[in-house]
């Protein structure tokens, strides 16, 4: 520390003497402040009296210089500052915008002033600049200890690239200074009452309204669809008055809020299609149409207002009409794209790169949601770190104003603190250095471990490239088993953590931080394991065990969005992947299907459901699936047993439409023709989020006679009122069928 300001010091003196000495002198510019000399204080912090964000910049200043030299300056205001003073707030120069901050040494004093919250970003980037302070997680940071704090002659304007930047880690709402820090703002400091994505039933609830008012919501298929995931009838007047006046009375309790989304709720294809909603969309060419006219409409009542509103999935794409109103935000989400290549590499990434250059061209206030998450498995290796920068880029230089890069930031989530650390400073400068950032932080927050991890990092990132597989949002590690993931390479990774584990053996806090950024790995070896024919039991039980301790041990909350935590997964992988089923006599038995799956599940159907194999919490593999129908089938034993019990394992995963079914009927038979009913069983609505396994059994106390035991389930077949998919098709899935 000190000898770097020795050296800045010692450059800029330089400077002085060539020249600029005497007319610096004489009009007291840019001068050296000192803060600390040799421990002691010679400054004092000088605020503007009420104001909040003064105060937040003056204690974050105070707490971490006291931290680093042991000097507590005092905070005042309402005083005659001094040379050598800290002077937060003030006059903001012109060029600043929003959130930005201007930090000079005019006058002898160091000037932190800013827009927004930017007297806090001033005082944070001068931690960073002259303290070199880092904040690495919660409450995890580096700051080095310091006898002086002496700056060189200084001034500069920041200003970041998006106005707003949103994005997630555990540590965010623990820690109020790693929010500070990274500079990150939450919906409900921009959103009235916290209308943030999804509020079409917020604001008119399909519970209250529906029943008397079908005509409000959405027509499709035939009929109104009043529900928590389909829309609004978006040409019926008493909805736009209703709406208006519910915004009116949300404004009035927040009057401080300048925005407000009024967005389609989560469903996709729920938008409303009657004649004229229809008519507006087809001279639109989209169905955005239909919505930002409505949309428009709204603003035009709140002109000091922002409306915000989703242009997600079915409304994507812009209209080729009508235009956003300047009040009006469009909240673009890129949730079908894949992430192994930028945005602009690839075909899904291409189709909204399109609606992105289309919005753009007809309104400068975007939003942009993307995601660089894998929803149904958090703890596993997510290598998107190298198409960052380009995407942040690409949204920059289309009128992207505002950001949410929503990541896996659980802890355990993949590189949780790195993603957050990167995205966070992209979004603050989206032309920054990511290379150096990344090494930055590996550094500081691994110690000698860094190279390590840095090359796990970089040989993955080949991996997938070279492998040709997408990298999906919903992925398993099983789909990469043969490619990023598949042996070769797996060894080559565990071989680096081994290495990482070694350098900082004798460090717990470091080797701690890389065993937890390990997880992911381990879970994906036990993920592909599961699907072998051939499984090490004995190694799988170690490697179990091992994961389910670590887990435990760094307080893992969940493994994917549906809440399911590590040790529930643990359990359920021991009980469902791990116990051999001696007494199962369907084993690699035939299926003989009387109502077929669906079209991409016949194949795998014929051997699937009686291969041993049993499907994990994603349904990408291994499951057999019927949508929209019922389904039967009969299991072939070859010649007649003695059987007792027969059984179907269902999967119930609500966020992909797959819902357990209303009925399973067993019956068997000795010839094939004539059966015998033996049980039926009736399932109960589930409506929770966790993905679940359901066993339908049929039991027979005494022995029965069969060669042929026939199943017979009773879909759900359209995915009710309160569910995402609401009035479009739904789906069960079956692995696996065991007879005993
Ligand atoms: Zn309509």
Redesign the pocket.
């Known amino acids: 520390m000190t000898n770097f300001v020795l050296k800045l010091t010692t450059h800029y003196m330089k400077k002085l003497f060539i020249g600029l000495l005497l007319v610096f002198a004489t009009c007291s510019l840019g001068a050296q402040v000192n803060i600390v000399k040799n421990n002691r204080s010679v400054s004092k912090i000088i605020c503007a009296p009420n104001s909040q964000i003064n105060l937040t910049a003056a204690n974050i200043l105070q707490r971490f210089i006291y931290e680093s030299t042991g000097c507590h300056l005092k905070i005042a205001s309402n005083i005659t500052p001094h040379l050598n003073d800290i002077i937060l707030g003030g006059t903001t120069p012109k060029e600043v915008t929003t959130d930005g901050y201007a930090l000079s040494t005019e006058g002898g004093m160091l000037h932190i002033t800013g827009l927004g919250n930017g007297t806090v970003y001033g005082v944070i980037s001068f931690l960073e600049r002259y303290l070199k302070m880092d904040y690495w997680s919660d409450q995890v940071y580096s700051l080095p200890k310091a006898k002086d704090i002496s700056l060189p002659s200084i001034s500069f304007i920041e200003n970041p690239t998006f106005r707003y930047r949103q994005t997630q880690n555990y540590a965010l709402g623990k820690d109020s200074i790693y929010k500070w820090w990274y500079r990150l703002e939450e919906p409900n400091e921009v959103f009235a009452a916290d209308y943030w994505v999804h509020t079409f039933d917020r604001l008119l609830p399909s519970a209250v309204y529906g029943p008397s008012h079908p005509e409000y919501y ?2 499709y298929n035939g009929k109104r669809h009043p529900g928590a995931a389909s829309q ?5 007047p008493d909805v736009f008055n209703i709406v208006v006046h519910r915004i009116d009375s949300i404004f009035k309790a927040h009057p401080d809020m300048k925005t407000i989304c009024v967005s389609q709720n989560d469903g996709n294809n729920t938008n ?7 008519q507006i969309d087809k001279e639109e060419g989209a169905y955005s149409g ?1 919505l930002i006219r409505f949309i428009n409409k709204i603003a035009e009542r709140f002109p000091d207002k922002q409306i915000a509103t989703l242009a997600y999935l079915y409304s994507m794409q812009p209209p080729k009409l009508v235009k956003p109103r300047k009040n009006v935000v469009i909240m673009l989400c890129d949730i079908d794209c894949k992430r192994e290549v930028s945005l602009t590499e690839n075909s899904s990434g291409q189709e909204f790169v399109k609606a992105l250059k289309g919005w753009s061209k007809i309104s400068n206030n975007l939003y942009v949601w993307d995601y660089g998450i894998n929803f149904d498995n958090f703890v596993s290796p997510f290598p998107n770190l190298h198409v960052l920068q380009d995407n942040i880029r690409l949204f920059r230089d289309n009128h992207v104003t505002m950001h949410f890069s929503q990541i896996s930031s659980n802890r355990g989530g993949d590189f949780a603190e790195l993603r957050t650390y990167l995205v966070s400073k992209l979004m603050w400068n989206a032309d920054a250095d990511v290379d150096s950032l990344t090494q930055h932080f590996l550094k500081g927050y691994y110690g000698k471990a860094a190279p390590y991890i840095y090359r796990y990092i970089n040989i993955m990132e080949g991996a997938i490239i070279a492998s040709g597989k997408d990298l999906w949002i919903y992925d398993s590690p099983i789909t990469h088993k043969n490619g990023m993931l598949k042996p070769t390479l797996m060894r080559r990774y565990n071989e680096l953590f081994d290495e990482a584990e070694k350098a900082v053996a004798n460090n717990q806090i470091f080797l701690d931080r890389v065993r937890l950024t390990r997880l992911p790995l381990q879970y994906a070896a036990l993920e592909i394991a599961r699907t072998e024919p051939n499984m090490d039991t004995e190694k799988v039980n170690h490697d179990l065990a091992l994961f389910e301790q670590r887990t435990a041990y760094f307080k893992v909350p969940s493994l994917n969005e549906r809440s399911n935590p590590p040790a529930e997964y643990c359990q359920l992988y021991r009980d469902r992947y791990l116990k051999q089923n001696d007494k199962n006599i369907a084993l690699h038995k035939p299926i003989k299907f009387l109502i077929e799956p669906s079209d991409k599940y016949v194949e795998l159907g014929q051997k699937a459901l009686t291969d041993g194999l049993y499907g994990g919490t994603t349904y990408v593999e291994s499951w057999v699936g019927w949508q929209g129908k019922d389904g039967a089938f009969v299991v072939d034993l070859g010649e007649t047993k003695q059987i007792h019990r027969a059984g179907a394992d269902f999967l119930h995963q609500l966020g992909a439409w797959i819902l357990l079914p209303r009925q399973v009927s067993f019956s068997y038979s000795t010839d094939g023709i004539h059966y015998t009913s033996w049980q039926t069983v009736n399932i109960p609505e589930l409506r929770i989020n966790k993905v679940l396994f359901k066993n339908i059994e049929a039991i027979s106390a005494t022995p029965l006679n069969a060669r042929y035991i026939k199943v017979e389930i009773t879909g759900t077949k359209e995915c009710p009122s309160w569910h995402y998919g609401v009035g479009y098709p739904s789906w069960f899935f079956i692995d696996e069928v065991t007879v005993e």
């Not at 609004?232 to 019926?236: A, E, M, P, Q, R």
């Not at 409303?272 to 229809?278: A, D, N, R």
């Open positions: 959405a027509y609004w009838c978006l040409t019926n409303c299609k009657c004649p004229t909603c229809s239909s």
